[in-house]
């Protein structure tokens, strides 16, 4: 049977949706007036795309938490899930401040890479303050471990200022920051009902589909390019949701690629951009000897039973693996 509550909650998943799909529009043209806009390094030519479509999605998922606030508060008296969307919103927020910098200042006169994490770390400190009596942790093979204060203050921290930095690594080609946190949102989602926490549920939902109507605008070819204003928040909030959704351990699962992404350049000091080489025909080759990202590697492996690999290969592939660590996690849980 479909309450009340299931309508209005629905209503929120709608409102990020639709506020996303049509804004997008509006911000496309404003974006090209002001000249807001970056090269397509991954097309043949001087392509200049609309940059921060960020803000828009950020703009978004705070509108639909907050609607979603108002309805818990209003309708059914609980100030708790505001209490959390107010510590989510105030933590993503600050985060957006950081990718915003960087976007408008410019690519490569932006913030230095170790800036970064230092800044997006008093990000952390709303949702810190709303989870403060929470002291249990899920890891691989254990589950309820009670670490004590080390949670909120340390590996909440850890988490949002990881999750961020790590979501703005794997990016720069049409569709992938946008396809990657669509997969991680939706196995989250699926992941938090089997937990019973409805709360991260509909967190994750919100910025499910908010992110659906920008990959719509994004994908291939992009009409608009996500910008620091989308990576970083986003990271954030996907590490909140896992948060709420007492499913650490599968975040970590969901994070490999990430990971990889942040290993590899590490051979080379982190100097290497994720960039590949683009031929005349729009095909792809590796930029180095050797692959010093998550992509390079991706192109590599491509090559070797293509002749031709273009960008959507290497955005489709990777979400297929990330799918895969979502289909992992899914039945992990379900035959736990």
């Avoid at 209005?8 to 090209?32: E, N």
């Avoid at 705070?62 to 979603?68: E, G, P, R, V, W």
């Avoid at 810190?128 to 204060?149: A, E």
Wanted: net charge positive; charged share 10%; aromatic share 14%.
């Amino acid at each position: 049977m479909i309450t009340l509550e299931t309508i209005l909650t629905i209503g929120a998943y709608v409102i990020s949706f639709s506020m996303t799909y049509f804004l997008l529009f509006q911000w496309i043209k404003y974006a090209k007036k002001v000249n807001v806009l970056g090269r397509d390094m991954h097309k043949v030519g001087n392509v200049m795309i609309p940059e921060a479509g960020g803000i828009v999605v950020l703009s978004t998922i705070t509108f639909s938490l907050f609607y979603y606030g108002a309805i818990q508060v209003l309708k059914f008296h609980s100030q708790n899930s505001l209490t959390i969307i107010l510590g989510t919103v105030g933590s993503i927020a600050c985060v957006a401040i950081i990718g915003a910098v960087d976007d408008f200042r410019g690519w490569k006169i932006g913030l230095q890479q170790w800036q970064k994490p230092l800044l997006t770390i008093p990000a952390a400190i709303p949702f810190l303050l709303v989870n403060i009596n929470r002291t249990t942790i899920d890891i691989p093979l254990m589950s309820g471990v009670d670490v004590g204060l080390i949670y909120p203050l340390l590996l909440i921290p850890i988490a949002i200022v990881g999750a961020s930095n790590a979501f703005n690594m794997l990016a720069g080609y049409n569709g992938l920051e946008a396809g990657m946190g669509l997969i991680i949102l939706g196995v989250f989602a699926f992941l938090s009902h089997l937990n019973g926490q409805t709360l991260a549920v509909s967190f994750c939902l919100i910025g499910f589909f908010a992110l659906l109507a920008f990959l719509m605008h994004n994908w291939y070819p992009a009409k608009i390019f996500p910008g620091d204003t989308l990576t970083y928040p986003i990271g954030s909030f996907i590490a909140i949701c896992a948060i709420l959704g007492r499913i650490e351990k599968f975040g970590l699962v969901l994070f490999i690629p990430y990971f990889l992404d942040f290993i590899l350049p590490l051979r080379m000091k982190m100097n290497v951009e994720a960039f590949a080489k683009v031929n005349s025909d729009g095909s792809f080759d590796p930029p180095y000897e050797t692959s010093y990202d998550s992509t390079h590697l991706v192109i590599f492996i491509l090559k070797r039973f293509k002749k031709k690999v273009y960008e959507k290969d290497v955005v489709l592939t990777i979400l297929g693996f990330e799918a895969f660590l979502g289909f992992l996690c899914i039945m992990i849980a379900l035959l736990k």
